[in-house]
Every structure is written in structure tokens, then in C-alpha cells.
């Protein structure tokens, strides 16, 4: 009875996740790379650390249900790496102690486009202003 019910409560609350407004997330950099060159995009890069309780809190709150959501998704390319991950992103230019981090990066010219989010900066209000300043 319990495991129907477990079941049960899985498949109603699995349309609301799937229809949830979030980030599309890559979770390779270079592929995330390559696409962003071909699409002509900028990249969006969240680094975070593993079992970070600050990092899926961010995720959830600011990554979730707001109207930037679509702004990111169209406009740019995102992509999530692991600080202690096993596949490569190039450390030396996301560098950071703070986790997690938000750098927004013109592919075109290797450049940031504003300066990095660390931690508890990344918040919705200042999420919309960066991407209303950054020229998409």
C-alpha cells in the first residue's frame, strides 16, 4: 500500500517537475563550448560544489520559475561544472573559492561579460540586471 502510494505521489508531482520553467543545464563544458560557437551564443558557467547545500539552494531558487529563465535558455548557452568534476573545464579562467560561482562569457572574444556572481550575490533581482545589461 505505501510503495502505490509513493508511486502514486511520483507520478502526480512528475508533470509539475517536467513543466517547471528551469536553466537547460550541459553539463560538459567543451560540448557546451563548441554550441555556443556554432550558435553564436555567450556562455553562462555555474560552478559548484559537490554536496554544497548553498549550491542546490541556489539552483532551486534562482534557477527555477522566473521570466529570465527564458532569456538564459534562448540566449545563451548553459553549462554546469563540478569544482571536484572529472571532466575538464579550464579552471584557470573560472577560478574561485566561493561556491557557487556565476561567470557570464563573451565566446566570441574570451572576455567576461560582467563581473562573476559568488554565493548568496546570486539572487533573481540581480540576475535580471545583469542580463538586461549584458548586450544579448
Known sequence: MVKQLKYFL???LLPLWLLANHVHWMGDYDKALQLAHKQNKPLVVLVVKKDSKMCNKILHQQFMNHPY??????KMIAVMVTYEGKLSYPVEMYYTT???TLFFVDTKREIFMYEPLYGERIENNILENVLSHINL
Open 69 to 74: 529563465i527564458d532569456t538564459i535558455n534562448d
Open 98 to 100: 566561493i561556491f557557487p
Open 10 to 12: 511520483l507520478l502526480l
